[in-house]
């Protein structure tokens, strides 16, 4: 009886042989045959997940198309996000929701302000120069969060609680995150396909030179898509300060999945972003259910490496600005 | 002519001569020999002791091994690795597991250690380059190998997970204290371990750099199409200069986890161990010999005595280092050890271009 019990268990099989690599599959798959009704709470924890990984990914994946850069800096800007929400509404008591646009205000002036100290002169030089840049600016707003607001985790104090739909439980703050992420995600899509300035946008992140021969102040782009990035940032960080607790160096985790999301879903791809978000949630969720400790983990790598030698244009390459 | 510049011309014939490098080598690693002696000497009841203990000189010299290691692969052929931690921890890993579970001694450890990184190496290699990654998505492919590693080494309890290794008395593994052991009980043998691998690295990547390998690493760094057009297998010589460098940086792995006691994933993988690694070669510049060492001597110091000064308040020291970071990066592109140029170009514009031909 007790074999029984522990073979049906998804529990880490820890020093286990090829086991541990074997069983989750083979649970995974007699789940899935008997329609458990884990799978579709799984489902809907993933896709709740999901959508806010495609929105960490946005700004990211917006300069890293227009200007080719690989801002580093992307992880604490979400959580300079986090901060924001969480300060208006402690300090000012103003709803956490009204918090967002504010955070995204933020974002966007010290995005500017960041592209015109560090990144801007030295938009031409050899690109490890712009990592190193941006990275010096993540350990400088890392740690004056870290100087001002204790390294102790905080919690934006909201009690939404939650809805069951068709027996499946939904917590509300992840989904009205998903929603924000969503609505985002459209608002951006129309911006950069409707307006002047988005097209001029897309334009420079399609040929650089050409954008100039036109007539386009390639400089000002420039700033204003650093400037925009960092606002999305601000925007995806307010929304997981809706649903989670943070602490000022709760941005690398996010910022290593969001460089997987935009390689996997294509340089610049808006849906794709959406896309590589989805699978990304999908596989911590699943796998952080099936799976001991942080395999899943390993499986995104993989997955990420596997994209990068296949098909390093992504999904969804080239389809979009 | 003045007095500076019949020294400067002297200092031409002379670096023209043959023995040059060598009588530079000798100087340079007879300063490093040297340094724990001079910051102890007393200059006006202060000594440099006071900001540079043996424990920072030691980091230094670790990071300028492991730059110059890096710069085999990165700053001669161009190919731009974000991802050295792979085989850092991998030679720190491979040296505890053989040590603690079967008592292999830590010097054929470190060299199992090597081949091992030296093979991951050439299967990132292989991979990314067969599939011609290039840039940004070279560098990304780099990390993701790291980072790849240390979930798996997190996630595995054959590593011992999260927990990592503590490193085992010389009796544990039937030794004494020494150097045979791998471990002393105090840090000068530690320091002039540490300053001879720099000086091996170093003479291995002299070697390279005056021969054909070298050549041909650098044809390829310049221009890769124009290389292989005129017959420089260029795939071959990339492989080379990842296996090469993966080799010396897991060296530096196994050292590291002979000098510090314990090892976790979360300390040799880490995602900023990729950064650490490869610092001072861009801070020293590039593709060059002395940069490493010089640049190794800049970062590390500052990142340390920001930490011991600022100690009260947690997180200025890396609102020092960071700023600094932005600071040369945006000042010194091209590196530290191309300041004395500069300042010769500097020096010339001010005199007015009279000696253009220079």
């Known amino acids: 009886m007790g074999h029984l019990v522990t073979s049906v268990a998804p529990l880490p099989l820890q020093g286990g042989g090829l086991g541990r690599f074997i069983d989750p599959f083979v649970q995974f798959l007699t789940d899935i045959t008997n329609l458990e009704p884990v799978l579709l709470q799984l489902l809907a924890f993933g896709l709740l997940l999901g959508g806010v990984y495609a929105l960490t990914a946005l700004g990211l994946t917006m300069i890293f198309g227009v200007m080719d850069v690989i801002n580093f800096a992307h992880g604490v800007f979400l959580v300079v996000g986090m901060y924001s929400v969480w300060l208006v509404s402690e300090m000012a008591g103003i709803s956490p929701f009204l918090g967002i646009p504010i955070a995204a205000a933020v974002l966007f002036v010290l995005g500017v302000v960041v592209h015109v100290l560090t990144v801007e002169p030295i938009i031409e030089a050899p690109q490890q120069n712009q990592l190193i840049a941006t990275l010096g600016v993540l350990f400088i707003i890392q740690s004056a969060i870290e100087i001002v607001f204790t390294p102790d985790p905080q919690q934006v104090e909201l009690s939404l609680g939650s809805i069951q739909v068709g027996g499946v439980f939904i917590p509300l703050g992840q989904f009205y995150a998903l929603v924000i992420a969503l609505g985002t995600m459209l608002a951006v899509r129309a911006f ?34 650093f400037g925009i990035g960092a606002a999305l940032a601000g925007v995806a960080g307010g929304s997981i300060a809706l649903f989670q607790r943070f602490d000022p160096f709760t941005g690398e985790t996010y910022l290593i999945n969001a460089f997987v999301i935009v390689i996997l879903g294509g340089l610049g791809s808006f849906p794709g972003a959406f896309v590589g978000g989805l699978i990304v949630g999908m596989i911590q969720v699943f796998g952080g259910y099936y799976l001991p400790g942080t395999t899943a983990q390993v499986l995104i790598f993989l997955l990420f490496i596997g994209t990068l030698l296949v098909k390093p244009e992504g999904l969804f390459g080239g389809a979009e600005a | 002519m003045s007095a500076i510049e019949s020294v400067r011309d002297r ?24 340094l724990p002696v001079i910051i102890e000497i007393d200059v006006a009841g202060m000594e440099l002791a006071a900001l540079l203990s043996l424990k920072v000189l030691i980091l230094t010299v670790i990071y300028a091994y ?22 850092f921890g991998i030679g720190a890993y491979a040296t505890q597991k053989l040590l603690v579970d079967f008592a292999v001694n830590p010097w054929v450890g470190m060299l199992v250690a090597g081949v091992l990184a030296a093979g991951y190496g050439l299967v990132i290699g292989a991979l990314s380059f067969r599939f011609k990654l290039q840039g940004h998505y070279f560098a990304l492919a780099t990390l993701a190998f790291a980072e790849l590693l240390r979930f798996v080494v997190t996630n595995m309890s054959e590593l011992r997970g999260a927990n990592g290794y503590f490193k085992p008395f010389p009796r544990d593994y039937g030794a004494e204290y020494g150097l045979v052991a791998f471990q002393f009980q105090n840090d000068l043998p530690y320091y002039y371990l540490i300053v001879g691998f720099l000086l091996v690295v170093t003479l291995v990547s002299w070697v390279i750099k005056n021969s054909w390998v070298g050549l041909y690493f650098f044809a390829i760094r310049e221009d890769e199409r124009a290389a292989a057009s005129v017959g420089v297998p260029s795939f071959r010589y990339k492989l080379i200069g990842v296996a090469v460098s993966a080799f010396f940086t897991a060296l530096g792995g196994a050292y590291w986890s002979m000098y510090f006691n314990t090892i976790r994933p979360d300390t040799v993988f880490a995602l900023f161990k990729n950064v650490e690694l490869l610092l001072p070669a861009v801070v020293g510049g590039p593709g060059t010999l002395l940069g490493p060492i010089v640049g190794s ?20 020291d890396r609102i020092i280092y960071g700023a600094f970071l932005v600071a040369i990066v945006i000042y010194s592109p091209r590196g530290v050890v191309s300041w004395p140029s500069q300042a010769r170009a500097l020096w010339k514009r001010v005199r007015g271009d009279e000696e253009v031909s220079e």
């Open chain 1, 192 to 225: 950069l396909n409707r307006t002047d300035l988005g097209r001029k946008i897309r334009g420079t992140a399609d040929n650089r030179d050409g954008a100039r021969y036109v007539g386009i102040n390639v400089r000002r782009i420039n700033y204003l898509t």
């Open chain 2, 11 to 34: 200092y031409r014939t002379f670096d023209e001569q043959r023995y040059a490098p060598l009588v530079k080598g000798v100087a340079l690693f007879g300063l490093l020999a040297a």
């Open chain 2, 66 to 87: 492991t730059a110059q290691s890096w710069n085999i692969m990165s700053g001669y052929t161009g190919q731009f690795s974000f991802g050295h931690a792979a085989f």
């Open chain 2, 297 to 316: 001597f800049i970062v590390t110091p500052v990142s340390e005595i920001a930490r011991t000064t600022f100690s009260d308040i947690n997180g200025l």
